[in-house]
C-alpha cells in the first residue's frame, strides 16, 4: 500500500471536526444549533465519531467552522506533531521560527475577536432557544 493511501486512511474527519470545534471554543450544543432544528447535541456527538463525513455535510460544517473542507479532510495531528517536534529543537529556535515566518497581514487578535463574535451569537441564538423551551414548558404546567 502507499504512503498516500496510508495517510488519507488515518485521517479521521469526525476527530477533525471535534479538533476544530474545540479549538473555536464552541459546544456541541452551539454546533447542533448552526446545522439546524435536525440536531442535538447527540447527533453532533455521534458526527464527531464518524471516520468519513458525507461531502455535503462536511461543506456545511467547514462554513460553520469557517475552516476549508480541506482541512477537516487532511488534518493529521500525528504528523503534524512529528513535524513540528523535527522542526524545531529548542524554544529560541522555535520564537525565532515564528517571528521570521509571520505573516504580516495575519492579525491573530482580529481573527480572535471574530471567533469571539461568531461565538457570541451562537450562544444567543442558543440561549433563546432554550428560553423558547422553557416558555412552552410554563404553558404546558398551566
Not at 455535503?56 to 467547514?62: E, F, R, T
Not at 509571520?102 to 440561549?127: D, G, M, Q, S, T
Request: glycine content about 2%; aromatic content about 4%; charged content about 30%.
Amino acid at each position: 500500500m502507499s504512503s498516500t493511501t496510508d495517510s488519507i486512511k488515518n485521517i479521521h474527519q469526525g476527530r477533525n471536526v471535534k479538533r476544530f470545534r474545540e479549538m473555536l471554543g464552541l459546544k456541541q450544543e452551539a454546533l447542533a444549533l448552526a446545522l439546524g432544528d435536525d440536531w442535538s447535541q447527540k447527533r453532533v456527538s455521534l458526527l464527531e465519531a464518524k471516520e468519513l463525513i458525507e461531502e455535503d455535510l462536511l461543506a456545511q460544517v467547514a462554513a460553520i467552522l469557517k475552516v476549508p473542507v480541506e482541512a477537516i479532510k487532511n488534518l493529521d495531528e500525528d504528523k503534524a506533531v512529528n513535524i513540528i517536534a523535527n522542526t524545531f529543537t529548542d524554544f529560541k529556535d522555535n520564537a525565532s521560527a515564528i517571528n521570521n515566518n509571520c505573516a504580516l497581514n495575519f492579525n491573530p487578535i482580529e481573527k480572535w475577536l471574530e471567533v469571539i463574535e461568531e461565538n457570541k451569537k451562537l450562544y444567543e441564538r442558543l440561549l433563546a432557544s432554550e428560553q423558547e423551551k422553557v416558555e412552552i414548558l410554563k404553558g404546558k404546567i398551566e
